[in-house]
């Protein structure tokens, strides 16, 4: 069911399943999921501009958002309309735009981006203090930040990819964003997320953190055969340890 995919020097090992359910397989970057990679935006995320700038209290909202379906769209919308201005310091400026999202020339909707970051990503000096507003939204209301944010939100630093063969059959990487998912050598955008040991510091793996993330990914069965193999594997010390900290 689980199939290792290395070479002989392997940079990171990848796991592939095949979905029961669908024409689809499955193909996880091991190497990531096991790692012990955690979000530290507001314990010293340096952001993603080519300086650090932890300060700014920005973490990865820099450019804002790409929504990226019909569904994600009508989601955003909707959670847009619980914020207040307690929530959401950008709230009346949004209002004066014509709303916090807009359509670029491809045809992409996209979170405005207002004096360097995404409208809806509170700064320091706002009285709910820095983070994102949807954020704030579901700790006032109980709810999970992951059913309120945009999808690519919720998701970061995992990146989910499809990609569909002439046969009609899937292939869908699970895998973390890295910087030339941002334009490559040419892009204004520094990922220090994943690359920096800084944030190499879970108490748990990523797989373990990131759950309800996975399992809203591939499902709940997938992501019993990803942890049932992990687990196996991280029991035996067989896990190829993350890049960022073989190079420390």
């Given at each position: ?133 949807f954020h704030h939204l579901a700790l006032s ?55 920096d040991p800084l944030a190499h510091v879970g ?31 991280k029991a035996d010390s067989a896990l190829l ?8």
């Open positions: 069911m689980a199939k290792p995919l290395t070479g002989s020097n392997p940079d990171r090992e990848w796991l592939s399943f095949e979905d029961p359910s669908e024409h689809r397989t499955w193909l996880f970057d091991m190497t990531f999921l096991s790692s012990a990679w955690t979000c530290i935006y507001g314990a010293g995320c340096p952001g993603v501009e080519p300086e650090p700038a932890p300060e700014k209290e920005l973490g990865c909202c820099t450019h804002g958002a790409y929504i990226s379906d019909e569904e994600d769209l009508k989601h955003v919308r909707e959670q847009t309309e619980r914020l207040t201005p307690q929530l959401w310091q950008h709230k009346e400026h949004a209002e004066d735009l014509g709303g916090g999202l807009w359509q670029d020339d491809e045809g992409w909707w996209r979170t405005r981006v207002v004096d360097g970051a995404c409208i809806f990503q509170n700064r320091p000096d706002h009285p709910n203090g820095a983070g994102c507003a209301t109980g709810d999970k930040p992951m059913d309120l944010k945009p999808e690519i939100c919720w998701q970061a630093p995992i990146r989910r990819e499809d990609h569909e063969t002439v046969t009609g059959h899937i292939y869908t990487m699970v895998r973390e964003w890295e910087r030339r998912d941002w334009g490559g050598e040419e892009t204004d955008i520094w990922w220090w997320c994943t690359s108490a748990a793996p990523v797989y373990e953190q990131m759950k309800a993330e996975l399992t809203a990914i591939c499902g709940p069965t997938v992501y019993g055969w990803l942890r049932s193999e992990l687990d196996r594997r340890p993350h890049p960022t900290v073989r190079r420390t």
